[in-house]
């Protein structure tokens, strides 16, 4: 069974410009999740996307944003990019949730993110 | 607001030595559980997850994880340690309602030969 995957694995942009990070959660899993890990900060939590709804955000600016396709994969778009968005993000995924339960996590390799 | 601490940032074992990597929780409910590892430049792997029931868990790669509530903890056990565990090593808490999973700020193992 595959796991969860991600694209690209990395990327290099300038100060100022857009980043679109894509991921595919597993088979059957309808639950993805979006976590930032930069250096001395550890995993903050960034969105959550359930059956094609954004469930939960993190406390993160509007310019991080993203969306869920029917498919269940899902895109996390950052714009303006600034010097301290370098880090490597992470996207996870789910059964789908219902409520009162919460299920395991299952994470992929990350893309990693440089701003110049 | 739940959280979770651990307390070691660096632990250093020599290999066959038995390891406890400690983890602490705040959070008002029963909490969902869980214990990952990240090699460098890699995604985190589920080791093992703490819902209800037994309080001894066990995990894969021979880890074991113990939830007291009375001590609000959740530390990670193994008791012969081999080279390939050196790993950054994070507890996690998660919620019934709110999807996410608040994470400790990790455990860096080395394992000595």
Redesign the interface.
Same mark, same amino acid.
């Given at each position: 069974e595959a796991g969860v995957t991600q694209s690209p694995t990395h990327l290099i942009k300038t100060r100022g410009q857009q980043a679109t990070l894509r991921c595919s959660p597993i088979s059957g899993h309808t639950s993805v999740y979006w976590y930032q890990q930069a250096l001395g900060l550890g995993l903050q939590f960034l969105l959550w996307y359930d059956e094609g709804e954004e469930r939960n955000r993190g406390n993160f600016p509007p310019r991080f944003s993203g969306r869920q396709f029917p498919n269940y994969s899902s895109e996390l778009n950052v714009n303006a990019l600034e010097l301290e968005d370098s880090a490597l993000y992470l996207c996870a995924s789910s059964l789908r949730y219902r409520g009162g339960k919460n299920y395991e996590q299952y994470f992929g390799p990350g893309t990693r993110l440089t701003v110049t | 607001a739940q959280s979770v601490t651990q307390p070691d940032i660096h632990i250093t074992v020599s290999e066959g030595a038995s390891l406890e990597l400690r983890c602490n929780y705040s959070y008002g409910a029963t909490p969902?559980l869980?214990w990952?590892v990240q090699s460098p430049?890699?995604?985190?792997?589920?080791l093992l997850?703490y819902?209800s029931g037994d309080t001894l868990v066990q995990g894969i790669k021979g880890f074991e994880a113990e939830f007291k509530r009375s001590q609000s903890s959740f530390n990670l056990r193994k008791p012969s340690v081999h080279w390939s565990d050196a790993a950054e090593y994070?507890c996690a808490v =998660?919620?019934?309602?709110? =999807?996410?999973?608040?994470?400790?700020?990790?455990t860096t193992l080395t394992v000595k030969p």
């Open positions: - | 969902y869980f990952y430049g890699q995604g985190l792997q589920l997850k819902f994070f =998660g919620t019934s309602n709110a =999807g996410k999973s608040t994470f400790g700020d990790g």
